[in-house]
């Protein structure tokens, strides 16, 4: 249970990390959609092909371009760190399935009673055979 837990938890961080991104993006994309626009009508207004902008106009201009290129590069980094985040609980998962999976394992070869201290124990139990190919998809798996 306390695997699912972590499970659990490893998922909440993840979805909670993708809704302030997620938030915060929404917010200044709108800022930034809302600048390009007025700047659009501005500009669109301009008939004269010869027409020079402003010192104003190519100031603000620029400045929208960069919050536009800072904007997706944020974007990017937090995308990277997503897919560490989402990489975190898939190692969650694969340690509680790792660890279900021995538990199932050592109980399965263990005598009725729970205990055995023979050094043989695969051997006497004759699964040595099945460990060693639950041993060699798991070693597939993590690779």
């Known amino acids: 249970m306390e695997g699912c837990e972590t ?23 709108n800022k930034l959609c809302d600048q390009l626009n007025i700047l ?59 660890k279900k999976t021995l538990l199932l394992i050592f109980g399965w070869m263990l005598g009725s009673d729970g205990y055995s201290t023979s050094s043989d124990i695969f051997e006497k139990s004759g699964k040595k055979k099945q460990l060693r190919k639950i041993s060699v998809e798991n070693q597939i798996l993590d690779h």
């Open 40 to 98: 659009r009508k501005e500009f669109g207004e301009v008939v004269d092909e010869n027409y020079v902008l402003s010192n104003d106009q190519s100031s603000i201009l620029l400045e929208t371009m960069s919050r536009v290129k800072n904007l997706v590069g944020r974007l990017a980094t937090d995308h990277r760190d997503f897919h560490s985040a989402v990489s975190k609980v898939g190692k969650a998962i694969d340690r509680v399935c790792k």
């Open 7 to 29: 499970v659990e938890r490893e998922v909440d961080r993840v979805t909670t990390k993708i809704r302030n991104v997620q938030n915060i993006f929404s917010r200044e994309a």
